[in-house]
């Protein structure tokens, strides 16, 4: 068979929308630049990342940020490292153009943060670019200008040993792609992520960051990674965090993890580096988080800065465009080499007095000893939550009695439900008029407390609870961009805040709904959750937020309830117009009628 006919015969032909047929074409070169460049450059943090690495791969002392309008209007960023000489300024702007590898041998033993040769070019593609470099050993450096990958001048310039790359106007040419970018606020977090998580990898390096003119982060170039998270996340989290130091069969492990008292709501939190490269990868978090069970509250996520050092050809780099993955030869025994260290660690930090779990008749876990956040148990804290939201522990009624209206579904979309148990700590079991209902306790009490604060809003009513005491907050640049791009909708939906210096603000109220939390565990994690974009854009700002508070004030799967706790929960959903789902979209419950359920036994 000539396999050439064959797979040419079955190969699709594009055509147009009047079904004409397309000739294959070859792309124009700047078409192909802004695709490629689409790989590499994601949002202004992706530049920041790719020009910082540059910078430490030049060996730079000191590295500069400075950003506009959250990096859309300009990035700014400057080293004291090795330079371009002057001949090869041109050239570093050409696709695959580097002085990092020559061989497909040497891939494999990357000992470099970057390699391709993209980033440059991408960068210009979808900019305007200016770049101004001098090498320490010439007396003159080269400023290159560059629009949307073509190159307007090149000139001699005066200029300090370095390089310095400006960046404006990021994806001016790409329009559809600037539509996508978040607020200036957010993508300012996700520029500190990016600059922290490198300040984080060398500490011997001075990073500074400047946000529209203001100088939000700053470290010392110490060489002492204990200096850097004081930097990043505050001396008071800083000293709860002990160093994890371990090797084992060639993979060395070392950083700081955080004592079981310090726990936060999202994974953002633990940051992994592999040969001092800031990696994502779920099985190290998994690691990580297994070395802490038992030691934290259900639904928490430990803070971790480790960094796994092991031979550069046991670790391949080129599996992700944005060299954000990585995999390794040999998984399981990193997997091991990061558990155990950690693990020890969190032991000897413990309290005296361990946390223990013990299994309910359904199989699910209860804590025990203290494991719970804010030392309630789970009892306790849906009681004040019962008592917090006008809960009452209503009278359930008999069978016959409940499905007297007419046997079928209330105005709000659901029939009167009687309890009949907990399954999982999770899902609540009832019997309705026509069968099996299966409620998810979360997502139930998610859709109360929405339809409650969304109520109140539309009465310009919605209840705060004043602190005894006002917390103070001592927020990362990150956070306090979000506080101050969206403190008009957090104080509409409860919080009251003042500014306190700096990054600072004094918490002085917070929703009633969160009275009964750790207000500022609460406040943290609802800032996480609005800088991870956790709602869709699609709602008005107001709703995002109280979807957040809500669904961090709510109980938690895993919590253990009582007959009355659970019936108050279900009467309280049979009034809200929208019972069924939870605010996010996700089913409240699962249905199975008598019919059903008289099938599956075979009685039908």
């Avoid at 940051?271 to 779920?282: A, E, L, S, Y």
């Avoid at 004043?466 to 957090?490: C, D, F, H, K, M």
């Avoid at 306190?500 to 565990?521: E, H, K």
């Avoid at 709602?539 to 109280?546: N, Q, W």
Wanted: glycine share 8%; with cysteine.
């Amino acid at each position: 068979m000539n396999y050439d006919i064959a797979i040419g015969a079955c190969a699709p032909r594009k055509t147009s929308t009047l079904g004409k047929l397309v000739p294959i074409k070859i792309l124009p070169q700047t078409v192909a630049d802004k695709i490629a460049a689409g790989e590499v450059v994601e949002r202004p943090a992706s530049v920041v990342k790719e020009l910082i690495e540059n910078a430490i791969d030049a060996g730079a002392s000191s590295i500069r940020v400075e950003i506009s309008g959250g990096g859309k209007q300009r990035i700014k960023i400057a080293d004291d490292g090795a330079g371009i000489p002057a001949d090869e300024v041109p050239l570093a702007f050409q696709r695959h153009a580097t002085s990092k590898l020559s061989t497909i041998e040497e891939l494999f033993r990357v000992q470099t943060l970057g390699f391709r040769g993209e980033a440059l070019a991408s960068i210009a593609a979808v900019s305007q670019l200016t770049m101004v470099s001098r090498p320490a050993a010439q007396t003159g450096g080269m400023q290159i200008r560059i629009e949307g990958g073509v190159r307007q001048s090149l000139s001699p310039v005066g200029a300090p040993a370095g390089t310095t790359i400006t960046v404006d106007n990021l994806f001016f040419n790409v329009p559809a792609r600037l539509k996508f970018l978040k607020a200036d606020a957010t993508e300012t977090g996700h520029v500190f992520r990016i600059v922290s998580h490198y300040a984080l990898a060398y500490p011997e390096i001075r990073f500074s960051l400047h946000s529209n003119g203001r100088q939000v982060f700053q470290t010392d170039g110490s060489g002492k990674l204990y200096d850097v998270l004081v930097s990043v996340w505050k001396l008071d989290t800083a000293r709860q965090m002990v160093p994890v130091q371990g090797e084992t069969g060639g993979i060395a492990v070392s950083g700081y993890v955080g004592t079981p008292a310090l726990h936060r709501g999202q994974r953002d939190h633990l940051i992994f580096f592999v040969n001092r490269r800031w990696i994502q990868d779920r099985a190290l978090a998994t690691a990580v988080a297994q070395a802490y069970h038992t030691f934290l509250p259900i639904g928490r996520h430990p803070v971790a800065v480790l960094n796994i050092s092991l031979p550069p050809e046991d670790v391949d780099v080129n599996v992700h465009p944005t060299k954000a993955e990585v995999k390794f030869r040999a998984p399981n025994a990193v997997f091991s080499a990061v558990q155990r260290p950690v693990r020890a660690a969190v032991l000897a930090e413990s309290p005296l007095v361990r946390p223990v779990q013990s299994l309910d008749a359904a199989g699910g876990s209860a804590w025990m000893g203290g494991g719970h956040a804010g030392g309630f148990s789970p009892h306790e804290r849906f009681d004040s939550h019962a008592a917090q939201f006008g809960f009452e522990a209503q009278r359930t009624l008999p069978a016959e009695e409940a499905f007297a209206v007419d046997g079928g579904e209330s105005p709000q979309g659901i029939p009167p439900l009687r309890v009949v148990g907990q399954i999982q700590q999770t899902y609540i079991i009832a019997e309705g008029p026509d069968g099996l209902y299966l409620i998810d306790q979360h997502a139930a009490h998610e859709r109360i407390l929405y339809e409650k604060m969304m109520a109140q809003h539309a009465t310009a009513a919605v209840a705060s609870q004043q602190l005894l005491s006002p917390v103070v907050l001592e927020l990362t640049p990150a956070q306090a961009a979000i506080v101050g791009a969206e403190l008009e909708t957090l104080t509409a939906v409860g919080f009251s805040l003042e500014p306190f210096g700096g990054n600072s603000y004094r918490l002085l109220a917070v929703p009633d709904i969160l009275s009964q939390a750790d207000p500022t565990a609460a406040f943290l994690d609802i800032l996480g959750d609005m800088a991870e974009g956790a709602v869709p854009l699609a709602k008005e700002t107001h709703e995002r937020v109280a979807l957040i508070v809500c669904k961090r004030a709510a109980i938690k799967g895993g919590q253990t309830l009582s007959a009355q706790e659970m019936d108050a929960l279900i009467r309280q959903l049979e009034q809200c117009q929208n019972p069924r789902t939870c605010p996010h979209g996700r089913p409240t419950m699962l249905h199975m009628s008598a019919y059903q359920l008289a099938k599956e036994f075979g009685r039908h």
